[in-house]
């Protein structure tokens, strides 16, 4: 089975600007995580989608978005952006049931 | 609130000795553990985990050890190879919020330097 997939791996944007960031899961996943790696906070979780739904939410400020579509693969959204927003973005997905998640390579994005 | 801790940043050890990587907790309503490697420019990659009803798990040269009275987990490779340097993190499924699906709570990370 192919592994999950983010594009882009690299992006640089622009204070204010916004941006999304998209995750293909593994096929079958029906669930889809996302993180935030950054040096000082580590990986944070972000949110969750199962089946368009999401199920959990992580504490960040609602300039973070994310939706899932028919076909699990994912978006995520972070509108205004600032400079704190540099960071790693890991997508993970799992089947649904329990509790291990398998990542993507992530996205590396650079805000100036 | 850190809930999941690696006192140690870093770790060197020479190749074909042990290595041993060490996990605190302070939520004792985790019942499930994670490791996961991480290598520079990759995304962390699933290696072993643990269940509380288990105190060992083991998986090839790696082995996970939980003392729930201690709050404490250790992931043990043997032998070490210099191809396991990388990154460590332990996690755990979080509960807040009354679920844990999909929020996996990650301590620092460990870096470990296996010298050949």
């Given at each position: 089975k192919a592994g999950v997939t983010q594009t882009p791996r690299y992006l640089i944007k622009t204070r204010g600007q916004q941006v999304t960031l998209s995750c293909s899961p593994i096929s079958g996943h029906r669930s889809v995580s996302w993180y935030q790696q950054t040096p000082g906070q580590g990986l944070q979780f972000l949110f969750e989608y199962f089946s368009e739904t999401q199920r959990n939410k992580g504490n960040f400020p609602g300039r973070f978005s994310g939706r899932q579509f028919s076909n699990s693969r994912s978006e995520m959204n972070v509108s205004t952006l600032e400079l704190g927003d540099s960071a790693l973005y890991l997508c993970a997905s799992s089947p649904g049931q329990g509790f291990e998640q398998y990542f993507g390579p992530g996205t590396r994005l650079t805000v100036t | 609130d850190q809930q999941v801790k690696q006192n140690s940043p870093s770790l060197s050890v020479q190749e074909g000795r042990i290595s041993i990587l060490n996990c605190d907790y302070t939520n004792s309503m985790f019942d499930y553990f994670l490791w996961y490697k991480k290598y520079p420019a990759e995304g962390p990659t699933f290696l072993i985990s643990i269940s509380s009803i288990k105190d060992k798990n083991e998986d090839g040269r790696f082995t996970v050890f939980l003392n729930k009275s201690a709050k404490h987990l250790s992931l043990h490779i043997v032998?070490?190879?210099?191809?396991?340097s990388a990154v460590y993190f332990c996690a755990a499924p979080s509960l807040a919020g009354g679920t844990s699906y999909g929020k996996l709570t990650f301590g620092q990370g460990t870096i470990l330097t296996v010298h050949p």
């Open positions: - | 032998p070490s190879q210099p191809g396991d």
